[in-house]
């Protein structure tokens, strides 16, 4: 299964609920979950496998331990053109990452304890929900340690918190804690740091009784929004899908096969 997959991973754990919910946990707790290129490779493959296992319903991000969720890209291995993986090649990968999860047709769901910063604030933030424990800390050092993200973490920040939070946020680089965060609209529900996990498993169940098209079709609309073409091609993608599974589609596929004119005379629109 996917779980065995991913069984060769140095950087996320990934385990299975065995009722839909997949979870990946970034286990760098020495460097606050910071990212390295290795790290981004394995999240991406996880989601590549999620997006085509039928038993995965809901993913939870999160991070090892309590002291935080994600650090951000491991400044230790930041070259002098993005941060340098094995290979050697200077990469900015991580926007890539956002887009496999902003395309992934199921529900995201950050679950955060501790730090929440820089890059690890973006992804939070990516993700379609946030649970966050009382001790959890967000903020962006971009113009702190010399970077930005001029991408979602922008845009799509502004569209979360207004365009005035979100240039204080990267302006003065402060730290915010969770009840701040949540009266900005950056996080969906606090709780104590016991009831993170039961909490967030609790919001995947919830999530898991609805219908699963419904929910992959709302994801694409509240991302055509803010993701332009793109966005709208996500959106259109989920249409496409349904009408492959109806009669009126089919029939274009089958006359084509058969070789003789489409019938598409029942199909009337209403
Ligand atoms: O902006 C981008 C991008 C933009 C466009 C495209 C791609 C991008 C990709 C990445 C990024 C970024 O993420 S830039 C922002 C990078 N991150 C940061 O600036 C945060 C740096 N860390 C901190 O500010 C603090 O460590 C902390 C607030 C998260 C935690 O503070 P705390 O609890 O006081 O712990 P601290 O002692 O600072 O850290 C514990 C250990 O973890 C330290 O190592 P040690 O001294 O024990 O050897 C610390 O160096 C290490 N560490 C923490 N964060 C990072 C890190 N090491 C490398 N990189 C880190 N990000």
Not at 125 to 145: H, S, Y
Request: glycine share 10%.
């Amino acid at each position: 299964a996917l779980v065995d997959r991913c069984r060769g991973f140095e950087d996320v754990r990934v385990e299975f609920s065995g009722d839909g919910i997949m979870k990946l946990t970034i286990c760098r707790p020495w460097k606050r979950n910071a990212f390295r290129p290795k790290t981004l490779r394995e999240l991406e493959q996880a989601f590549l496998f999620i997006r085509d296992d039928p038993n995965t319903r809901v993913v939870i991000m999160t991070g090892e331990g309590t002291e935080a969720f994600c650090s951000g890209g491991d400044q230790s291995i930041r070259g002098d053109g993005g941060y340098v993986g094995e290979d050697g090649v200077p990469r900015l990968e991580v926007l890539d990452l956002h887009i496999l999860m902003r395309r992934l047709p199921k529900p995201v769901i950050a679950m955060v304890a501790g730090y929440a910063i820089g890059g690890g604030h973006i992804l939070h933030m990516v993700c379609d929900l946030t649970i966050a424990a009382e001790n959890a800390r967000f903020g962006q050092t971009g113009p702190k340690v010399g970077s930005f993200d001029g991408g979602y973490g922008s845009s799509y920040m502004s569209r979360i918190i207004g365009q005035k939070r979100a240039r204080e946020f990267w302006f003065l680089c402060r730290q915010y804690n969770a009840e701040e965060a949540f009266q900005m609209g950056l996080v969906n529900k606090v709780v104590r740091l016991e009831e993170l996990e039961a909490e967030t498993v609790r919001w995947c169940r919830e999530i898991m009784e609805k219908s699963p098209t419904a929910i992959a079709c709302l994801k694409a609309a509240l991302n055509a929004d803010c993701d332009g073409q793109a966005g709208l091609s996500q959106l259109a993608g989920e249409a496409t899908r349904l009408f492959y599974q109806s009669k009126e589609g089919q029939e274009g596929r089958d006359a084509f096969l058969e070789r003789r004119k489409p019938d598409f005379a029942p199909y009337a629109r209403f």
